[in-house]
């Protein structure tokens, strides 16, 4: 089983609609998790971060921890086609002297105009 | 502020030379981390360095790859006698302290070895 999983797509949604992007995992240690959009051939940037369970909100996004599942997820309302790209969630904890971040595989979204 | 900054951006190769990857990270960041894109995969971790130590090479194959990161200038991936299978984009990232989550990783727009 790998330590991170994520559909790796591709998703085709219209404008307007309501994303949801998940990521499942199977280290309990893992206490940081983030989300990262990268566009075509450029580096990835850092979208939203959380800590533990729960929920974050900022603007049009929504990140969500489910610790007990190990389940996370990241939702996009009100899609534009501005958010077409490869969303790749990622994740830390304590582990030897540094967290070392792993990346799921990515979610490739296309959002129709 | 300039973010991390990559070059090349594109290199082209033949096999059996020589590949320099370098990144200069952000100004005020001094931890470094290197990681390998392929076609339809995530981002695979390679090394992690701070000025002239490296801290964990466990990503880092055992033969032809090796990373520097001096205490003057940017940090170097290096690959040896490359092959087909090296071709990839490779990024790079930094952050201002080790990489818990709430000192995020920023990324370069990386490197696209290819390898002829």
């Known amino acids: 089983q790998k330590e991170v999983e994520q559909d790796p797509g591709p998703l085709s949604v219209p404008e307007g609609a309501i994303v949801s992007l998940n990521c499942t995992y199977s280290?309990?240690?893992?206490?940081?998790f983030m989300w990262y959009r990268q566009y075509s051939r450029k580096g990835p940037e850092l979208l939203m971060y959380?800590?533990?369970?729960g929920n974050k909100e900022d603007g049009r996004f929504t990140a969500q921890v489910d610790k007990s599942s190990k389940y996370i997820s990241l939702f996009i309302r009100d899609s534009q086609p501005s958010d077409s790209a490869t969303y790749l969630c990622a994740m830390s904890g304590v582990e030897t002297s540094y967290d070392k971040v792993i990346f799921g595989p990515g979610t490739s979204l296309s959002v129709i105009p | 502020n300039a973010g991390v900054m990559q070059n090349p951006r594109h290199l082209v190769r033949r096999r059996g030379q020589e590949a320099r990857l370098r990144c200069s990270p952000m100004k005020g960041h001094s931890h470094v981390y290197w990681y390998r894109q392929l076609p339809e995969e995530g981002l695979k971790f390679m090394v992690y360095l701070q000025k002239e130590n490296i801290i964990d090479e466990s990503g880092m194959p055992k033969e032809r790859f090796s990373a520097e990161f001096p205490k003057e200038g940017p940090s170097i991936l290096r690959i040896q006698q490359v092959v087909r299978g090296d071709s990839a984009a490779y990024f790079c990232?930094?952050?201002?302290?080790?990489?818990?989550?709430?000192?995020?990783?920023?990324f370069g727009p990386g490197t696209r070895l290819t390898v002829l």
């Open positions: 280290n309990s240690a893992f206490q940081y």
């Open positions: 959380t800590y533990s369970s």
């Open positions: 990232a930094s952050s201002p302290r080790r990489g818990q989550g709430t000192d995020t990783q920023y």
